[in-house]
Structure formats: structure tokens, C-alpha cells
């Protein structure tokens, strides 16, 4: 089955306590993608990548990092995470062709306290 | 910047009745627009994907337009049911996978 996975589901983390969200994907796709979503703003586009080694900046990726060492794994990294870091976030998974859709990931709801 | 703009915010119809989501972006230059519904505390399903190219998409009661050079999309639900009831997002592709959303309709389906 055709899955995007995200780990933890839910995290309650305190201000400046490192934490890494796990992104893994089985369809062997090419892109993978960050966003959150947050009341009246919105999703926004934090890092995306097109490949592995080969990454670039959304809208919002301030305090956020990310890394693709392999093509199925997509980790989003908050070095020093923040109250203002507090929502919802997904990752999204597409194959090479922008005639394929995005998948999305069940998300993963974080708050920094 | 690309901008998506989504119209109405909100929107409540009685069952059986047939509705039009808008959605409208400033720059024309896109690879595609991917129409999603998202339920309360839930992730993203896809509904359709229109290519820069194409003009319409359906799928079942759901048929989605693009009209790039006026940066806008409609996607049109007939015979709409309380199970539709759910946030309707569009999102705008531009070069590599850039993506940006549109805050959204949320639309309600009375029995």
C-alpha cells in the first residue's frame, strides 16, 4: 500500500529541546516536502526537495532544517524549537512528473511549550 | 510572489444542491493546481489535479477548470451531500515543487 508515514503523531516538547520529525515514503518518489498549518495562515511550504542530496527553502523555513540522505526518508529538524513553532505540520511526497499528484502524510501535531 | 486566494471562506447549502468553490493565483507561470479536501483534524486528500495544460478534470460529481490566463480555477460539486462537508483547499505549483495553498473553503452540507 502506498504510504507516507510521519513520526511522532503528536509531540508536547519544551522551548530549546532539540527534535527531529521522521517523513518516510514507499512509492519511490523523487519530491518530498514540508509544510505546516496553522489557524487563519494556512499551509505553508518549509523545505522541499527534489532529490536526494538536493533541497531548497519554502516560504516559512526559519528554526527549521531538513536533510535527504535517501530518497525515501525526508527528516524535518528543529535545532531550538519555539512556542511560535507550535502547529500542525504534514509532509507530501510526489513522483517526478508535475503531472502527479502530492500525497500527504496523516501529520504530526507539535507544541512547544 | 505567487499568491492563491480562496472564495467563499465559508459556505452552507441545503443537500442536492450543486456549488462552485473559487480559487484564484497572480502569477500565471504554474506547472499545476491540485484541488484537496481536508477533514477536521485530518491530513489531505487529493480530489483532482489539473496540468497547466489541460482546461478541466472530473472525477465522479467533482469537476475542476483552469483558466491560467486569468489565474483561476473553479471546482464545481453537484449534487453536493453531508458527507461533503469538509475544507476544500486548492494549491498552485510553480518551478521545481514550490507549492502555495489557499487559506481555503470550509463548507458545510445540511441534511
Known amino acids: 500500500e502506498a504510504q507516507v508515514t510521519q513520526n511522532p503523531r503528536y509531540l508536547i516538547t519544551v522551548t530549546g529541546k532539540k527534535l527531529t520529525v521522521t517523513c518516510s515514503q514507499n512509492m519511490n518518489h523523487e519530491y518530498m516536502s514540508w509544510y505546516r498549518q496553522d489557524p487563519g495562515l494556512g499551509l505553508r511550504q518549509i523545505y522541499y526537495s527534489m532529490n536526494v542530496e538536493v533541497t531548497d527553502k519554502g516560504d516559512v523555513p526559519e528554526g527549521y532544517k531538513v536533510s535527504r540522505k535517501e530518497k525515501r526518508n525526508f527528516p524535518l529538524i528543529l535545532e531550538s524549537p519555539s512556542p511560535n513553532q507550535t502547529s500542525l505540520y504534514f509532509c507530501?511526497?510526489?513522483?517526478?512528473?508535475?503531472?502527479?499528484?502530492?500525497?500527504f502524510g496523516p501529520g504530526t501535531r507539535l507544541t512547544v511549550l | 510572489k505567487q499568491e492563491v486566494t480562496q472564495i467563499p471562506a465559508a459556505l452552507s447549502v441545503p443537500e442536492g444542491e450543486n456549488l462552485v468553490l473559487n480559487c484564484s493565483f497572480t502569477?500565471?507561470?504554474?506547472?499545476?493546481l491540485q484541488w484537496f479536501r481536508q477533514d477536521p483534524g485530518k491530513g489531505l486528500t487529493s480530489l483532482l489535479l489539473?496540468?497547466?495544460?489541460?482546461r478541466e478534470q472530473t472525477s465522479g460529481r467533482l469537476n475542476a477548470s483552469l483558466d491560467k490566463s486569468s489565474g483561476r480555477s473553479t471546482l464545481y460539486i453537484a449534487a453536493s451531500q453531508p458527507g461533503d462537508s469538509a475544507t476544500y483547499l486548492c494549491a498552485v505549483e510553480g518551478g521545481g515543487f514550490k507549492t502555495i495553498f489557499g487559506a481555503g473553503t470550509r463548507l458545510f452540507v445540511k441534511a
Open positions: 489539473i496540468q497547466s495544460s489541460q
Open positions: 507530501a511526497t510526489r513522483g517526478a512528473s508535475e503531472i502527479n499528484e502530492q500525497f
Open positions: 502569477d500565471s507561470a504554474i506547472y499545476n
